[in-house]
């Protein structure tokens, strides 16, 4: 028997590089896929319908839900997805479609829902309306059912992972720090050139990355003398950043929360799928995924020594480096793999739009 195809509309920004791979994604799965986004953007297969307006905050919030809604109305999906759960996902909660699921991205709750009391009603609003919450990690998980009481039946527990097909593993490796976080303090930036300066002390041609962000990276680099240690990066495609973690032989993350939302990010199992061992801050839900000394290596969170400690013990030992990379590979193919995710989440759509 054929499977029914779905028409699908996310809510996002297609600018987004994990967006886009997701909307195509299903689009190879059979079904019509659409995003409605506050960009404009081209993803192979997919119907991008951009809201951006040019009037002053307040009107555009305004002109943008009745986009939004006209949109949806036009579209006439099964299911509406919002990802990431800040101002555009509320404003496409408003519009009473349902089936209408949210994806958790992590700095939705680490920092948007916290923002302020408005944003926190917003965040609470989205919760209430949707159908299912897909979130991905145990204390993420907590945290929501005992800060905004989510239900049980309203949680879907999966990380949907990356696609390994899209993140060959190669030898060639002339980077030796792959730090892809943009240059700002929400970030902890600052942690990350404080530690590179330590290694700076044992390996003084160290060389790393760094992207553009809201502190001038020129001026930090330099009152920091690593100008001729980091390179600064602009804004990456996919291919792009492959490309950067597979010339690199080992991946850092500064990023660090006391509370849920701040796990790994995407870009970490990007990183882990090429092969890279991974260093990250001990943030909650890190463990849910990251063994220590397994398939990465956890530091103190904003403690720049301790993360220095762990780049020169994997600058020093590459067998180390290929134990815990190789386990980081398999982590992603057999946990975190989007190939197997993506059929748990179509099945989940299915249930949705069929009222199971």
């Known amino acids: 028997m054929k499977k029914k195809k779905l028409k699908i509309c996310y809510l996002g920004d297609a600018k987004s590089q994990h967006l886009a791979s997701w909307s195509k994604g299903f689009t190879k799965l059979g079904h019509e896929v659409h995003v409605i986004s506050p960009n404009n953007a ?16 307040y009107f555009n919030f305004f002109l943008t839900y009745i986009k939004i809604r006209k949109l949806i109305k036009k579209i006439n999906p099964d299911i509406v997805h919002a990802h ?20 958790i991205w992590g700095s939705d709750v680490s920092l948007f829902a916290k923002k302020n009391k408005i944003t ?46 899209e993140f060959k593993k190669t030898k060639s490796r002339k980077i030796q720090i792959a730090y892809l976080r943009k240059a700002s303090k929400k970030y902890s930036t ?43 990066l602009d804004w990456m495609s996919h291919s792009d950043i492959s490309g950067l973690l597979n010339s690199s032989i080992l991946y850092v993350d500064s990023f660090h929360r ?28 890190v463990r849910d995924y990251i063994k220590d000394n ?14 220095a400690k762990c780049i020169i013990k994997l600058l020093k030992d590459k067998k180390l480096r290929e134990k815990l990379g190789g386990n980081a590979r398999k982590t992603i193919l057999n946990e975190l793999n989007w190939n197997k995710n993506s059929l748990k989440i179509e099945k989940k759509y299915f249930e949705l739009v069929n009222g199971v």
Not at 84 to 103: C, D, R
Not at 128 to 148: G, P
Not at 191 to 201: E, N
């Open 120 to 165: 926190n009603l917003m965040f609470n609003h989205i919760l209430k309306k949707s159908d299912v919450i897909e979130v991905f990690d145990n204390a993420t998980i907590k945290f929501l059912k005992k800060n905004y009481n989510l239900e049980d039946k309203k949680i879907y527990n999966l990380y949907w992972g990356i696609n390994p097909d």
């Open 294 to 307: 397994y398939n990465g290596l956890i530091y103190e969170q904003g403690n720049p020594k301790e993360l």
């Open 84 to 103: 990431f759960l800040g101002k555009y996902s509320f404003l496409g909660s408003l519009s009473g479609f349902h089936p209408f699921m949210g994806t």
């Open 258 to 285: 006391n509370f849920p939302g701040s796990g790994i990010g995407i870009t970490t199992m990007e990183a882990m799928v090429c092969g890279l061992p991974v260093v990250l801050a001990d943030n909650p839900g």
């Open 190 to 232: 600052s942690v990350f050139i404080d530690a590179l300066k330590l290694v700076k002390k044992e390996f003084p041609n160290i060389n790393s990355t760094l992207m553009k962000g809201d502190i001038n990276s020129k001026n930090l680099l330099k009152e920091n003398k690593l100008e001729k240690n980091i390179k600064i």
């Open 42 to 57: 081209e993803i192979n297969g997919v119907r991008v319908h951009p809201t951006k307006t040019k009037y002053n905050k």
